[in-house]
Each structure stands twice: as C-alpha cells, then as structure tokens.
C-alpha cells in the first residue's frame, strides 16, 4: 500500500491560528496507518472550514522504475459535499519526473455553513542531465466561499426560524475569496566533480477579498469603518526572491552559500514596496546513519531589514528499528505587513513600529518501529509575541510560550487494530489558546475473502478535545483575535466508515459525524460556528499503474 503523508507546515504566521486548524502541533506522517484512518483524516480536516482547510492534504509516493502512476479519489455526500483528490507522477527519459496533484473540496452548506470550494494544484519537474540539475514547483490554492456560518444563540435550535442570534454575516449575504499563486525553481550546474553553481528563482502572490453590503455591516460592527472607495476589503501581498550561489559537496558534507535580492509589494488603500538583499549558508552532514542539517539566513535591507533565522535538524538511529530526531529553530523576522497596517470597511489600523518578534521552537521525535510509537515533545518561546486581543487590535506581549507533548500509537490484536493519538498542552500563556487536551481513538477491523482477492475493513475513529475559550474569526479580515465568552470543546465526533478493495481500486462508504443528534449539541470547531452536520459520503479511490 503507498505511504501518505498529512503534512501541516506551521510558520511564524500560522502561529496566531494555532488554536483553531487542528490541534495537532508537531509535524509527522501516519506511519503505519492503514487508509480508512487516512480518510477519516481527510474529512476532519475538512471541517475546519475557516481555515486554508485543504493545504494539509498530500499524498507522496516515490515513482521507482514505473513509467507513471495515477491516484483518484473521489468522494461526495449530503449538501453536494465532494472531494477530489488526483496525483499522477510521470517518468520521461530525457525530460526528467513530472509530479502533478489536484485536491479540490466543495459543499452547498446550510443556513448556517458556508456554501465554499476549495482548490490545490501544485505542478513539479525534476531534471537531471549532464551536468545540469534543475527541480521546478508551482502551486496554486484557491479559496472561495459565501459566508453563512454563525451562531450567536443556539439555545432553541430552531432552524425555520429567524428568531435566534445569528451571526452579521448571515444577514448580509457576504463572500470571501483567497488565493495564493507560487512558483520556485531552483538550477544546480556542475563545474567540477565537487563544486556546483547554483541559481535561485521565487515568486509567490496572495490575494484575499471580502465582499459585503459595507452600510448594512455598519449597523452591525461597532468598530466599522466606510471607505470612500467601494465597500470591500481587500489585501494583495507579492513577494519576488533571487539569488546566486555555489555548492560544494563530498562524501559526507553539503555546503550551499547564496546570496538573494526580494521585493515585498503590500497593496490596500495604502500601498508599500521594498527591495532588500541578504545570504543564506546551508550546510548538511552525514556521519554514517546520522543526519545533520543547518540553515542560516540574514537580512541587510528591504522589509525584513535586520532579521534573521536558523534551524538545526539532526535524525539519528537509536539502533537498527529506532530513530530520534531534535529539530531547532530560532526566527527574528517581521510578521506579514496587512497584520501591521490594513485600511478597509470594518476596520483601521497601523502598527508599523512594532519590535520584531523573536521566536524559538524545539521538538523531540522518538520512532520505535517494532512498537509501532511515536513520541514527540516540543514547546515554542516567543519575545515580542504578536497578536490580536480582545478588542480585535494587534498587539504584543513580551513574551508567550507552550509545550506540548504527543503519544501515538497502533494496538493490534489479529484482524483488529486500535490506533490511538494524544496530544496535551501546558505550560500555555494566556494570548496562546489551546485544548489541554486533545484526543483521537480507532478501532479497524480487516477482513480476506474469496481467496484475499477482496479485502473489506470497517472502521470507527472518535475525536475529542478539552473546553477552552478558542480563538474568535473575525470575517472581514480573515483574522483570528482572542476572546473570554464562549467555551468550545467536550464533545466527541464519531465517524464511521467500510471500505472494500479488489486490487488497486477500493470503494467507501462513510457516515460523518454519526452522534450529532445523540449527545447534545455542543458541536463547535470555533466559537459561533459549528461542525459539519453529519452527512452520508460514497467514495472511490482508484490507482493506475504503467
């Protein structure tokens, strides 16, 4: 069976949304798990509907001596819910490996969830050839969704009624769009057998609009603000990066040193440009089985003037089934400037003079393959820490910090498998909101029949995390901004799902938050906005191989 990876990348940006994707803190891969688990994944994630709800969704797979490999999923339920998830890798002999991947999500949603669509597209080209070695990557996510979701008072439950508190936006027919286009390439030419030249190209574009009725909002939002343009709020971020260097390699050692110019281009009611420069030494060792990498990179000019960051990774074998790996990061950098200074309806603000926040990360991963447990704990410490309070203003504090510590691990008992995931949190400042704890539970059960040719699993998995009082959506701006009223948390969602496979095609059918109506209706994801309903899903999942 491939191995799928369910990456969550998390930078300093992500950090004030820390609270509210999907608990989980630590990057990892599902090792060993087998795929129901991987879809229930999938479909959890999916609920996390204010959020870039798809970008965690990858499935990696190595080409090997195939000519190309196909992957199709597709999946579709109650409220036109859908999901479609392609990959197909393709070798050619002297063009080098083309990778490309589509995920795309959609719902009608309800009076009170978004009717959205969701797209993820990334393209990929390696090429080596003589003495050049090029590797291109284009991405491409598109966020596009009618704002329905929110409830101030659910207390009746009423849903022919208007009678109960909802949200602005559900009111003033509102829209949002997000989009991020990026495209990287990276050329390696070989002068010697040991030195290279190398050349850098990135460019990436943000674009993120909310549209609404900016005088019916008014009467909503205290804090609103009309423009003398149109009523819509709108940022635009660009960012170019190039640069040159040299590699130089032996058997045990890489070192790359590049030097790199960028242009940070803000546009808003206000408009800001900056060119800047800056280098970067990477270095990368290898001592038997033991992996070290390091990364160090400054700024001499331009936006992030001054600013600088490093990491140091190292993954060494415990013995011949067992790993530990130590990651370590340090970040001085400025936060994205439309968190600094914004102009639209809703609201104003300008905090340029803010001091750079300094952050720091460390995680410990222990793998005991044989066991079949992972172990992983990190924490982060922050200076500076930023952040939007109550009020919904950005602020800092002069310093924040977390750890975390998370347990994962398979039971098996013959055909039966009880997977099992933990995470708590502690050691939690106030400005950062998080579920002491949060907890995942499986039971699969695996079937042969008719000579193995059909392979049947059925599946349960629940998810559960601790009350606390997460982190509030402010539509407008797409922020999130502390707040002390409501409590979400304490409830469990319980999925269910059977899936049968005759060679390479397996066939699915799920319910989704099967306990919606059984134990109460505390079902929320972030304050105000509830869970997916529970719908009834049929899905396929279909690989071609060349």
């Known amino acids: 069976m491939a191995r799928a990876f369910f990456l969550l990348n998390f930078t300093w940006s992500d950090l004030k949304n820390i609270a509210t994707i999907v608990f989980i803190l630590l990057n990892f891969s599902l090792f060993d798990q087998i795929e129901a688990q991987h879809v229930f994944d999938i479909f959890r994630n999916q609920a996390k509907k204010h959020v870039s709800n798809l970008e965690g969704i990858a499935v990696d797979q190595t080409l090997d001596t195939l000519a190309s490999k196909t992957n199709l999923m597709y999946y579709f339920g109650s409220n036109e819910s859908q999901l479609l998830q392609i990959n197909h890798d393709q070798q050619f002999n002297k063009f080098g490996v083309v990778r490309f991947g589509h995920v795309m999500s959609a719902s009608d949603g309800t009076l009170i969830h978004d009717i959205f669509r969701t797209n993820h597209s990334r393209l990929q080209h390696q090429l080596e050839e003589g003495r050049v070695s090029n590797n291109l990557s284009v991405t491409y996510f598109t966020d596009g969704r009618k704002l329905n979701g929110g409830l101030l008072s659910d207390s009746l439950f009423q849903f022919t009624s208007l009678d109960q508190e909802f949200l602005p936006v559900n009111l003033s027919d509102n829209s949002s769009n997000y989009k991020r286009f990026n495209v990287r390439d990276t050329l390696l030419v070989r002068v010697h057998d040991r030195w290279f030249l190398s050349g850098l190209l990135d460019y990436s574009h943000v674009d993120r609009n909310y549209q609404g009725n900016g005088i019916l909002d008014s009467t909503f939002y205290d804090t609103v603000y009309l423009s003398d343009g149109p009523f819509v709020d709108y940022f635009r971020n660009r960012n170019l990066k190039y640069g040159v260097g040299t590699r130089f390699v032996d058997s045990s050692m890489t070192l790359?040193?590049?030097?790199?110019?960028?242009?940070?281009?803000?546009?808003?009611?206000?408009?800001?440009?900056?060119?800047?420069?800056?280098?970067?030494?990477?270095?990368?060792?290898?001592?038997?089985?033991?992996?070290?990498?390091?990364?160090?990179?400054?700024?001499?000019?331009?936006?992030r003037k001054s600013g600088c960051s490093a990491s140091i990774s190292l993954n060494a074998p415990v013995d011949s089934l067992n790993r530990l790996k130590v990651e370590f990061s340090s970040t001085l950098l400025p936060v994205e400037y439309n968190l600094l200074a914004y102009s639209g309806n809703h609201f104003v603000w300008n905090m340029e003079n803010m001091t750079f926040p300094w952050t720091n990360t460390l995680n410990v991963a222990y793998n005991d393959s044989v066991r079949k447990l992972d172990v992983v704990i990190g924490g982060m410490y922050a200076q500076n820490y930023f952040f939007f309070d109550t009020s919904m203003v950005a602020s800092q504090v002069e310093s924040a910090h977390f750890a975390s510590l998370s347990l994962r691990k398979r039971f098996s008992l013959r055909n039966l498998y009880f997977p099992i995931r933990l995470t708590t949190n502690f050691g939690k400042s106030e400005q950062i909101r998080l579920p002491t704890i949060n907890a995942t539970a499986g039971v699969f059960v695996g079937m042969r029949l008719f000579k193995a040719n059909l392979k049947v699993d059925f599946g349960a998995q629940c998810n559960w995390f601790s009350k606390y009082f997460a982190n509030q959506f402010e539509p407008s701006t797409g922020n999130v901004y502390l707040q002390n009223n409501s409590e979400i948390g304490a409830f469990p969602f319980v999925d269910l799902m059977l899936r049968s496979t005759v060679k390479n095609a397996s066939f699915y059918v799920m319910m989704t938050h099967v306990n919606e109506n059984l134990t109460g209706r505390n079902y929320y994801i972030r304050p105000n906005y509830l869970e997916l309903a529970s719908r009834f899903i049929f899905g396929i999942n279909w690989q071609f191989l060349n």
Do not use: P
Request: glycine letters at 10%.
């Open 256 to 303: 790359d040193v590049t030097a790199f110019v960028n242009n940070d281009y803000f546009y808003n009611l206000i408009r800001r440009n900056w060119y800047g420069a800056g280098a970067s030494v990477r270095l990368g060792v290898m001592l038997g089985k033991t992996q070290l990498k390091t990364l160090a990179e400054y700024h001499f000019s331009g936006y």
